[in-house]
């Protein structure tokens, strides 16, 4: 029996197994035939990664003129930046893994090409995991960022996204600029707890944060998220890294020290928590210096536990038993001129 004529459970479950990575390194293999497209078209889109060249072949292409196809399709959208892949231990344990793909910094198209993704994907009706992370860059050190930064307005774009149930974002190397060129990171996070009301699942990393990123914009309780999990430490794991800092307070003065950021990130994340109508997992993890050790605070528990370098990010470590020599291991003084544009 040739392939095509099986039935069509059987051929979904065919289409699925070949996967999505397959037809979007090369979208001509979509076009074999009207019934091969038909599931070869619902296979591709619907779990999309996108670095910036593949974004833009993809704005350029007959298929963006055809927006109800990807709309209707798609339930998990992975955007990627940068020149090196994150590591896997970077994730949540119950995130899906990016397809294949190239390591690219944006380019000069990537702000139109977000722009124009979020328009056909705030409306997916299926759409619910959304990931945005840029490792590395073109330059010598991998922690400088990108030299083609993406405008925060792009960014806030896409997150209008009215179905999404779960949301990660790791920018551990600063990748935000305002339409004027400077970073200002700060204003993203009110945008993020303004999805918090419909979200059950958010992980965050960012060069700036602060604790509107997990403040709901509303005083609601009984809030379906159950797992949050916040990283203070811009450690990454990559070739020769050996010095890491942390995230520093939004706005342009960066207010207070490392220890009053990490505390009111804390005070915040209990006070979420206390709203969740099921609360599972709330974490903020950093690191120690100079020994680079990531900490993980169970804020539900208020134990800390170390995690191992394989470790994910809600992964269960080894209580810290010592939590007061803990806090003398972060340097408030952490030099961040490495990340400075």
Known sequence: MQLLHLPPEILKQVFNYIGSPFFQEDLTRLAISKKWFEFAQ???YQDVTFSPGKLHEFISSQMAKKPDVLRGILETLIIKFGTHQAPVNSFGSREPTAGAGSYEAPCESTDGDLKQLATITQQAPKLRFLRIEAYGSRKSDPLEGSEDRISLHSIQAVLTVN??????????????????????????CPSIGALIHKLKYLRLRMRSICPAAIRPRDSAERLPLNRLIVNLSLKMDLPSITSAAHSKRCGPSSEGGFLQLKAEMQEQAETLGAKMASP????????????????????????????????????????VEDEQGEESDFSEGESLSWFDT
């Not at 990531?294 to 994910?312: C, N, P």
């Open 42 to 44: 619902y296979t591709c």
């Open 280 to 319: 599972k997992l709330i974490r903020i993890l950093t690191h120690t210096f100079p020994q680079l050790e990531t900490h993980s605070l169970d804020v539900l528990s208020g134990g800390t536990m170390l995690l191992e370098d394989r470790m994910r990010w809600d992964d269960d470590g080894n209580i």
């Open 163 to 188: 179905h999404l149930t779960s949301l990660a974002i790791d920018l551990p190397g600063g990748v935000l600029t305002s339409s004027g060129g400077r970073e200002e990171a700060c204003r993203i």
